[in-house]
T-cell receptor, first 112, second 114 residues
Framework: KAGVTQTPRYLIKTRGQQVTLSCSPI?????VSWYQQTPGQGLQFLFE???????NKGNFPGRFSGRQFSNSRSEMNVSTLELGDSALYLC???????????FGQGTRLTVV | SQKIEQNSEALNIQEGKTATLTCNYTNYSPAYLQWYRQDPGRGPVFLLLIRENEKEKRKERLKVTFDTTLKQSLFHITASQPADSATYLC?????????????WGLGTSLAVNP
């Protein structure tokens, strides 16, 4: 079974731009969660999607948004990028939601 | 306030010894606790899950304990090997009203020296 695939692996953007990150979950997994990871804050939960519906949301500004498609693939979008958005963005999929999560390798976003 | 804490300092041990990592939490109603391993530039990899009503869980050289009275989980790696060097994260699943949420520790870096 293929693992969770995130694209792109690395991204450099300028302040003010927007970015879209993609996540393909493990086949059969309907829950997809997104996290931001930085050295000082650790893993911070962004949102969770299940069957195309946002089921949970973390404490991030509205510039961070996401969606899930009918094939369970998910995208997250960050608009009006700020320097502080530089981080490793991780996607995790699971069968039912809150238990064992399978992570992708992440997208390293650098905002300059 | 609610928080989850892991040893902030890196742990250095000799090959063959047992590594013990700590995860403490406050003010949560726990449902379960998970441990993950993360290597540089990679996503976390699930290792073990222990539920609130379980005291201990084992998997090969790994052992996890969960003490809801002390609000603490201990993660042990016995007969440690250099390949065990990584950052280990704990994640607490807790009840928030009718929802279940997950909160992560910052991780403890483990270095096993040959």
């Amino acid at each position: 079974k293929a693992g969770v695939t995130q694209t792109p692996r690395y991204l450099i953007k300028t302040r003010g731009q927007q970015v879209t990150l993609s996540c393909s979950p493990i086949s059969g997994h309907r829950s997809v969660s997104w996290y931001q990871q930085t050295p000082g804050q650790g893993l911070q939960f962004l949102f969770e999607y299940f069957s195309e519906t946002q089921r949970n949301k973390g404490n991030f500004p509205g510039r961070f948004s996401g969606r899930q498609f009918s094939n369970s693939r998910s995208e997250m979008n960050v608009s009006t990028l700020e320097l502080g958005d530089s981080a490793l963005y991780l996607c995790a999929s699971s069968v039912g939601g809150s238990n064992q999560a399978f992570f992708g390798q992440g997208t390293r976003l650098t905002v300059v | 306030s609610q928080k989850i804490e892991q040893n902030s300092e890196a742990l250095n041990i000799q090959e063959g010894k047992t590594a013990t990592l700590t995860c403490n939490y406050t003010n949560y109603s726990p449902a379960y606790l998970q441990w993950y391993r993360q290597d540089p530039g990679r996503g976390p990899v699930f290792l073990l899950l222990i539920r609130e009503n379980e005291k201990e869980k084992r998997k090969e050289r790994l052992k996890v304990t969960f003490d809801t009275t002390l609000k603490q989980s201990l993660f042990h790696i016995t007969a440690s090997q250099p390949a065990d060097s990584a950052t280990y994260l704990c994640a607490l699943g807790y009840r928030a009203g009718n929802n279940r949420k997950l909160i992560w520790g910052l991780g403890t870096s483990l270095a096993v020296n040959p």
